[in-house]
């Protein structure tokens, strides 16, 4: 899902650095089945000093959370997607980043029409962040 959103954003996979906010999977096994379990704030407190050192490595002058999980790892606050999805905010650092939904939430919308808008809200989204990139120098790189 991800890489065809991106894709269709006009992103080259093949640029992009995509790594997880919390390095541990949290599950509830469901029979065969294991379902994703939300981490907690310490969970993803935990994390943080793990991702400021990929930063650190990457360099991104871009940065795309992809839910509140992402989200709040990145700003040490919890941040409400709907209210700043798709528009670039300044980290500390000097870097930019760009809120939206999880590409997983797609996968949940069991009405075709509205898993149709969603998809396209997050491409949507995504060119925000092509755009942001077709301005920065050739050597500058992005996160997911």
């Known amino acids: 899902m991800l ?59 871009l940065i795309v959370a992809l839910g509140a999980t992402a989200a709040r790892s990145l700003t040490g606050r919890t941040i409400t997607i709907n209210k700043v999805r798709g528009q670039p905010m300044a980290l500390e650092d000097g870097s930019r980043l760009v809120v939206t939904f999880h590409p997983s939430s797609l996968l949940r ?9 969603r998809y396209g809200e997050f491409v949507d989204d995504l060119r925000v962040c092509a ?6 120098p050739p050597v500058q790189r992005i996160a997911v």
Do not use: Q, S
């Open 3 to 61: 890489d065809r959103a991106m894709a269709d954003a006009g992103l080259d996979r093949k640029t992009v650095f995509v790594t997880n906010a919390v390095k541990h999977f949290k599950f509830e096994p469901r029979g065969k089945r294991r379902l994703h379990k939300r981490p907690n704030a310490y969970e993803i407190e935990r994390c943080r000093w793990w991702n400021e050192i990929e930063r650190k490595l990457v360099k991104p002058d």
């Open 109 to 117: 919308i069991e009405d075709e029409t509205d898993r149709a808008l």
């Open 131 to 136: 755009k942001l990139l077709k301005a920065l």
